[in-house]
């Protein structure tokens, strides 16, 4: 989608590694967030970010962590994959607190 | 703790047949109801906020409704290209003003030529 990339589109890992999956936005946007989306489950949220540096967690975080250094980059990282975090991923953008949430195509996580 | 509910899990109806889906929730607080269309492969794509029970909005074949317990997605002779699985968010905030969306399991519906 324009305005928001998401890195890698798939990606197939052994569980125990580590792993980043990247989400790029040009839109200046302040608000970017990190879905999974999985059957019977529906979207949860597993992190957010409210600016540069500050990020806070959602419902599903534990094993996750995120870190914003710059306006533009959110990153997603699973310190040590598990099956259990097979998943879509998902990158969402917002300008504020009014504005709907834009999202990325998505990137397909395999942890074998 | 906010929940959302949807059903059917999913619908077939044949093209220029009309139906609507139909979400349940329960938050503390509404902030806004959002209505999403997901495509197969792709991220999902806003259709609707809805902030208070008695709005309707309107795109195309599409009308969303709200009351203070469900929100309806009424589709008023639909095509094949309606085909695609519909979401349903309410609203919580977070931190300095960041929307979290609570999302249902969606519909998946088919349009049959």
């Known amino acids: 989608d324009a305005g928001i990339t998401q890195s890698p589109r798939h990606k197939v890992t052994e569980t125990g590694t580590p792993v980043t999956l990247r989400c790029h936005q040009t839109?200046?946007?302040?608000?970017m967030y990190w879905y999974r989306q999985d059957p019977g489950h529906g979207l949860r949220l597993i992190h957010y970010s409210y600016g540069v540096k500050d990020t806070d967690k959602g419902e599903v975080s534990d094993g996750y962590s995120v870190s914003r250094s710059k306006t533009e980059d959110f990153l997603l990282t699973l310190e040590s994959a598990t099956s259990s975090q097979t998943s879509v991923y998902f990158c969402a953008i917002s300008p504020d607190r009014r504005a709907s949430l834009h999202f990325g195509n998505g990137t397909r996580l395999t942890v074998t | 703790e906010d929940q959302v509910t949807q059903s059917p899990e999913a619908l077939r109806l044949q093209e220029g047949e009309s139906s609507s889906l139909n979400c349940s929730y329960t938050?503390?607080?509404?902030?806004?109801l959002f209505w999403y269309r997901q495509d197969p492969g792709k991220g999902p794509e806003f259709l609707f906020t809805?902030?208070?029970a008695g709005e309707e909005k309107e795109k195309e074949r599409l009308k969303a409704t709200l009351t203070k317990k469900e929100s309806f997605l009424h589709i008023t002779a639909p095509k094949p290209e309606d085909s695609a699985t519909y979401l349903c968010?309410?609203?919580?905030?977070?931190?300095?003003?960041?929307?979290?969306?609570?999302f249902g399991q969606g519909t998946r519906l088919t349009i049959n030529p």
């Open positions: 968010a309410v609203q919580a905030v977070g931190e300095q003003g960041a929307q979290k969306l609570v």
């Open positions: 809805l902030y208070s």
């Open positions: 938050v503390s607080g509404l902030r806004g």
């Open positions: 839109e200046n946007h302040r608000y």
